[in-house]
């Protein structure tokens, strides 16, 4: 067993180090906001995308006027440019009132702000965002180009 496991520890040392997120996601407060699916998300930077990632943690989350908080481990995608967000429609009675997404890079205070104030919904359980605010630290880079 620890000829395994120390051949895992050698390979994982030799792998394509990523980047880590923490994703926070508003929730509009109105009246069947909040949703039970499945909610998944996909990052785009100027290096390349990130795989669909499924958002869950141990809370309710989705619930009207919450904020949910993710911490998420990508490969190095570069400057974030735009977000797709998805959900599963397992619960189609209950769609979801998306506010804002909040993306931080690990270790930094500065948001990329992605607006949306979007229903994802049966027929419509996809939105890709493209209105981006970016974080303070660059605002005078010029932003991204997806």
């Known amino acids: 067993m620890w000829r395994f496991v120390f051949l895992l520890l050698l390979l994982a040392s030799f792998g394509v180090h990523g980047a880590r997120w923490w994703v926070d996601t508003f929730t509009l407060y109105t009246f069947g906001g909040g949703t039970d699916s499945g909610?998944?998300?996909t990052l785009f930077g100027i290096n390349?995308?990130?795989g669909e990632i499924e958002l869950d943690n141990l809370d309710n989350n989705f619930e009207a006027g919450h904020k949910d908080?993710?911490?998420i481990e990508t490969p190095d995608i570069g400057t974030l440019c735009r977000v797709r967000i998805?959900?599963?429609g397992r619960h189609p009675a209950h769609p979801w009132n998306l506010q804002k997404i909040d993306i931080y890079p690990e270790g930094s205070t500065d948001p990329f702000t992605f607006t949306c104030h979007c229903w994802l919904q049966e027929g419509h359980l996809?939105?890709?965002i493209n209105?981006?605010?970016l974080p303070p630290s660059?605002?005078?880079q010029g932003g991204c180009s997806p």
């Open 131 to 133: 209105n981006i605010n």
């Open 48 to 50: 390349g995308k990130s």
């Open 39 to 41: 909610i998944f998300i």
């Open 86 to 88: 998805r959900s599963d």
């Open 69 to 71: 908080m993710f911490f």
């Open 138 to 140: 660059m605002a005078n």
């Open 126 to 128: 996809e939105e890709t």
